[in-house]
Nanobody, 125 residues
Framework: QVQLVESGGGSVQAGGSLRLSCLVS????????MAWFRQAPGMEREGVAG????????VYADSVKGRFTISQDSAKNTVYLQINSLKPEDTAMYYC??????????????????WGQGTQVTVSS
């Protein structure tokens, strides 16, 4: 059974930082794409960052470049999302995903088969 468990969210003031974690089990961690998405109330889910767990190639949404960093620890089957200089507009539920279908966009939600339950990030001004 594939499980993705996110953690690390919380309530922070603007300008602060958070590191989100996503622990993966029941799925081959290596040679796969992992991605982080977020969804604010009333908004569509949007991709923010992705990483290939073997090549460590990364991709970011333009809106988060320079502030978000995706990384991984293969020994722990865990992917991280470091978020710096948080803004109120970063407030959302953050989800990790894996099992990207071949030749699909890494930042498109429909590309992925497996999802975690999400971790809430709330940024106050």
């Amino acid at each position: 059974q594939v499980q993705l468990v996110e953690s690390g969210g919380g309530s922070v003031q603007a300008g602060g930082s958070l590191r989100l974690s996503c622990l993966v089990s029941g799925f081959t961690f290596s040679n796969n794409w992992m991605a982080w998405f977020r969804q604010a109330p009333g908004m569509e889910r949007e991709g923010v960052a992705g990483i290939h767990t073997s090549s460590r190639g990364t991709v970011y949404a333009d809106s988060v470049k320079g502030r978000f960093t995706i990384s991984q620890d293969s020994a722990k089957n865990t992917v991280y999302l470091q978020i710096n200089s948080l803004k109120p507009e970063d407030t959302a539920m953050y989800y990790c995903a894996t099992g990207r279908r071949a030749y699909q966009s890494t930042l498109r939600p429909t590309s992925f088969n497996y999802w975690g339950q999400g971790t809430q990030v709330t940024v106050s001004s």
